[in-house]
C-alpha cells in the first residue's frame, strides 16, 4: 500500500531533507586529495547530533541477513555504485569520484538524498558521468505529478543516461519514504514489466539514478555491503526526496 502524507507529515520531511542538504553542502566542500572517508563520516555523524536529527542509515538491517550498515553515510569511490563503509584508511586521490548517500531522521520522519563529488581535477568522461547523472535525476523529477506514473519518471531517468552512452543499474533502484526509509513503492531508474502505479498527490518518492560508465551488472565486496560495478567502470549516484503536490514537484529540503 502506498502512503500518501499530510501537510505536517510534509513540513517535518522536508526539515528531515534540509538537514540532509546541509551536510550533503559542507562535506562536498571537504572533498579533496588526501582526505579520508571516514573522516567525512564522522563529520556526518557529529553534524547529525549537533542539528538534533538521528541516523537514517546506522545500525539499518542487511536485507539478506547480513551484518547492519555501521555507519551514518555511505561513501563510496569511482567503480563503486552505493553502500560504500567509511574507513579512516580509504584516503581519496586526485581524480577519484566520490558519491555520498545519507539520510536523517527528524520527528519520525525520513529525509534521504545523495551526491557525487569530484576529487580535484577529474578526467572528462567521468565528469560527463557526473553530469549526466544529475540531468537524469532532473529529467526523473520533471514527470513527479499528479496522474502521472512511476514508468513515466523511470523511463525519462534511462533515456537520458542511454543517449549519452551510459548504463542505468538495475539491482538498485527508488523509493517511497517517510515513516520508514524505504516504501512502496519501488521507483526504478529504468523501464520494465509489472506495476505501474499512478501518482497521487501526498506520495513522496526518493528518486536515485544510478549510473555506470561501462555494463550495468553488479557485484558485492565481501562486506556484503559495498555495491560496485563488475567490470569496474566508473559509476555515479545523485538522489533527491520529492513530494508530489497539485502543482509542481515539492523537492523537499534545500537542492543541492
Not at 555523524?45 to 547492519?68: Q, T, V
Not at 545523495?114 to 578526467?123: D, F, K, L, N, Q
Request: hydrophobic fraction near 40%; include cysteine; glycine fraction near 10%.
Amino acid at each position: 500500500m502506498i502512503e500518501t502524507k499530510s501537510q505536517a507529515e510534509l513540513e517535518s520531511m522536508d526539515r528531515a531533507n534540509r538537514v540532509v542538504r546541509t551536510i550533503l553542502g559542507e562535506l562536498r566542500e571537504q572533498v579533496r586529495p588526501g582526505v579520508s572517508t571516514g573522516e567525512l563520516g564522522e563529520h556526518a555523524r557529529r553534524r547529525l547530533e549537533e542539528l538534533g536529527a538521528r541516523p537514517a542509515f546506522k545500525g539499518y538491517p542487511h536485507p539478506d541477513g547480513g551484518p547492519p550498515f555501521p555507519a551514518v553515510i555511505c561513501t563510496s569511490v569511482n567503480d563503486e555504485i552505493v553502500h560504500g563503509i567509511p574507513s579512516p584508511g580509504r584516503i581519496l586521490r586526485e581524480g577519484d569520484i566520490l558519491s555520498l548517500d545519507f539520510g536523517a531522521v527528524v520527528d519520525g520522519l525520513y529525509g534521504d538524498a545523495a551526491i557525487t563529488v569530484p576529487v580535484g581535477r577529474i578526467s572528462a568522461e567521468a565528469a560527463q558521468l557526473v553530469d549526466v547523472t544529475r540531468e537524469s535525476l532532473m529529467k526523473g523529477i520533471e514527470r513527479v505529478r499528479a496522474g502521472n506514473r512511476i514508468m513515466d519518471i523511470a523511463g525519462a531517468v534511462q533515456k537520458h543516461a542511454e543517449s549519452h552512452g551510459f548504463s542505468v543499474i538495475r539491482a538498485f533502484v527508488g523509493h517511497g519514504i517517510g515513516r520508514r526509509l524505504h516504501e512502496d513503492p519501488p521507483v526504478p531508474n529504468f523501464v520494465e514489466p509489472g506495476p505501474n502505479p499512478r501518482l497521487s498527490e501526498g506520495m513522496v518518492l526518493a528518486i536515485e539514478p544510478m549510473i555506470a560508465a561501462g555494463n550495468h551488472d553488479v557485484e558485492v565486496d565481501g562486506d556484503r555491503w559495498t555495491a560496485r560495478t563488475k567490470d569496474r567502470s566508473l559509476a555515479a549516484h545523485w538522489e533527491l526526496s520529492v513530494a508530489v503536490t497539485a502543482d509542481a514537484p515539492w523537492i523537499l529540503g534545500n537542492p543541492v
